[in-house]
């Protein structure tokens, strides 16, 4: 690629490329990522760290690399969901010699994708040829996935929020992901410790595993706000959503991939994955918000602002605003629950839009409804919903 002097040469190369390259599309989400490498089989790949991902952005950079692929005998098939490349010294420098009229703003917000090449160039540079430790991935639709290194692009798109919870399509990404064994941040092949046992150990070089699993966890690829807080490394799993204030406590917290908070939340219990908690909410120790494969019949939970879920309570409905679970209460959907009429009368002056007669309910009846207070008769045993008086409030000064 010839070396661009001008903004608008830069300009006029990117609407040449858009127009002659066949089939040319502008991908969902592309990025350029490290892949850890099977220590058994070198052309698997475990993992994807992307220093940076692009998602329904930067369409010029994405153009550019798309040449220069093509320049390196690589083209790219648009008629494909995801596309994963290889990349060498070459391509960097065909991007390099693209992005010159903006070589000096690289470390800017504007063009970090400079950055990242000019990054790697220098790395590679430095320390010779990392062949096949680079590759540059394009998503062009939101479909199943079918490789590790698109399965990482969305699990960031995910856990950096350039995309809402529940947005995207992850089904497949238990199958491209492989079980391995995690060592300080790094993948292990289960069949390279299988195989290489007895040497490993006689050599005192067996690693330490931390855990095995197909996900790694939420910190060793998102650096979070300044005011969220994760106090054990393992109680979230990447791809979890963590927004601003939020205080992830040790214990039986957890929060899994595809699921997480939109505001600042206490959690101590357990937002299983497609479960979402709003702002000001707290979710108690050992709570549980079901996910879509515990018993909610495929529907996802949402818990609205200001909501408290009580110690080792259990939610298998959506709630609105405003609203408790006494500790140790399972609401389930099919959960019956009794509601006497001056209550039910308040309740329907804040759900404005339900018609509810009766005097019991399934909890399923009640999901989505704010300021409900879930409580259970210790005497007769019986499960009751009232108003909730009380108002839900965090800590400011910890959040």
């Known amino acids: 690629m010839i070396t661009i002097e001008t903004t608008d040469a830069f300009k006029a190369l990117i609407e040449d490329i858009k127009t002659t390259t066949e089939g040319y599309r502008d991908p969902l989400a592309f990025g350029i990522a490290r892949i850890d490498l099977g220590q058994l089989n070198a052309e698997k790949s475990l993992q994807a ?5 692009n998602w329904d952005e930067n369409f010029g950079s994405a153009a550019i690399f798309i040449r220069a692929l093509e320049e390196q005998g690589v083209k790219v098939d648009f008629t494909q969901s995801e596309v994963v490349c290889n990349i060498n010294l070459e391509f960097l420098r065909a991007c390099l010699a693209a992005f010159t009229p ?4 690289a470390y800017g917000d504007a063009h970090k994708n400079i950055q990242v090449i000019s990054a790697l160039y220098a790395q590679i540079m430095n320390n010779g040829s ?13 479909a199943p996935l079918q490789s590790v290194e698109a399965s990482y692009l969305k699990l960031y798109a995910i856990s950096q929020a350039k995309v809402h919870l529940r947005e995207i399509n992850l089904n497949g990404a238990f199958g491209a992901l492989p079980n391995v064994a995690w060592s300080d941040g790094q993948p292990i092949e289960l069949d390279y410790l299988r195989e290489y046992e007895i040497e490993l150990k006689l050599a005192n070089e067996y ?10 966890r ?36 957890y929060i899994n991939f595809n699921a997480g908070t939109t505001g600042s939340v206490m959690v101590e219990g357990r937002i299983s994955s497609s479960a979402i908690v709003g ?3 707290d979710v108690g120790g050992g709570a549980s918000i079901l996910g879509v494969l515990s018993g909610t019949d495929g529907n996802p939970i949402s818990i609205g602002k200001n909501t408290l879920l009580g110690a080792n309570s259990v939610c ?4 609105g605003d405003a609203c408790i679970i006494d500790a140790g209460l399972a609401i389930l959907e099919g959960t019956k629950v009794g509601i ?20 019991v309910f399934k909890g399923k009846q009640l999901a989505n409804f704010s300021g409900l207070h879930f409580r259970q008769n210790s005497m007769t045993g019986e499960i009751t919903a009232s108003r909730s008086t009380r108002e839900i409030k965090l800590n400011a000064d910890l959040h």
Do not use: C, W
């Not at 760290?49 to 991902?53: A, D, F, H, M, S």
């Not at 807080?229 to 040790?250: C, E, H, N, Y």
């Open 279 to 281: 702002d000001g909410s």
């Open 49 to 53: 760290t992307y220093p940076l991902i």
């Open 218 to 253: 939420f910190l060793q690829h998102i650096i979070p706000a300044d005011n969220t807080r994760i106090l054990d490394t393992s109680k979230v799993r990447f791809g979890a959503q963590l927004a601003a204030g939020t205080t992830v406590m040790p214990g039986a917290s």
């Open 102 to 105: 903006y070589s000096e703003e």
């Open 340 to 359: 006497y009429p001056a209550e039910l009368k308040k309740i329907m002056e804040v759900n404005t839009n339900a018609n509810m007669v009766g005097e």
């Open 207 to 216: 690693p330490h595993v931390d855990f095995v699993d197909k996900f790694p």
């Open 130 to 142: 990392l062949e096949n430790e680079f590759k540059v991935t394009f998503i062009f639709d939101d």
């Open 316 to 319: 298998g409905i959506p709630l």
